[in-house]
């Protein structure tokens, strides 16, 4: 009596952790679907605010594009666009609210399609400082300066020339193959200067140009 109480008992147990797993799978399917959900409703409300002219190009860095908008369920958001990847995230402030896994590829592809359209100019006005690509207008504001002026500046202006080469060139200037072999025939190559020899020797091998 005492046994087949026992195995009714695991029955029971055994079945009621059936149920709630099952339970809380189904829980888990419908969350997870509300939130697929809500990502596909949200990226085509960003394709609508860019169609609609309600977005707000803000920059480029390298190949990711920043561009801003607002959802009705999260306010103010940046959607940034990964050019080599053909990839979207939705961003409120620093914190990502979506990624476009899980998106439908009709969506993802016809707002990637729209930003490109909308904003080729933008992502194609862009320059190229310190091996960085920056978007031109917002580097002009941020530093105050046209990008023509900069590149006038001293980072754009020919390299210093080192000691070594400055010594170089002042050889080449003052030094000359015939007044060294004078110096050569009338008094022996022993009286030449250090400078003198390396230009000598320079000269014999072809280094000079």
């Known amino acids: 009596m005492i046994v087949g109480f026992v195995l009714i008992f695991l029955v029971g147990f055994c079945f009621g952790v059936y149920i709630s797993g099952k339970m809380t799978l189904k829980a888990i399917e419908i969350q997870t679907k509300k939130y697929v959900d809500e990502k596909n409703s949200s990226f085509r409300e960003v394709f609508s605010k860019i169609k609609e002219g309600r977005s707000i190009f803000k920059s480029r860095v390298n190949d990711v594009v920043y561009i801003s908008t607002y959802l009705e369920s999260h306010g103010d958001v940046d959607v940034l666009l990964l050019i080599d990847k053909n990839d979207l995230s939705i961003f409120k402030e620093s914190f990502c609210i979506y990624t476009s896994d899980g998106v439908d590829k009709s969506v993802l592809l016809d707002t990637i399609s729209l930003i490109f359209k909308v904003y080729d100019k933008n ?20 530093f105050n300066i046209k990008i023509e002026d900069f590149k006038k500046s001293n980072i754009f202006s020919q390299p210093e020339v080192s000691e070594i080469d400055k010594i170089k060139e002042d050889n080449e200037e003052r030094l000359d193959i015939d007044d060294i072999l004078d110096k050569i ?25």
């Open 123 to 142: 992502i194609n006005d862009v320059v190229e400082i310190l091996g960085f690509t920056l978007y031109r207008e917002e580097f002009e504001k941020s």
């Open 185 to 209: 025939s009338s008094f022996g190559i022993s009286v030449l200067s250090i400078e003198e020899r390396l230009f000598l020797d320079n000269y014999g091998n072809g280094k000079r140009n």
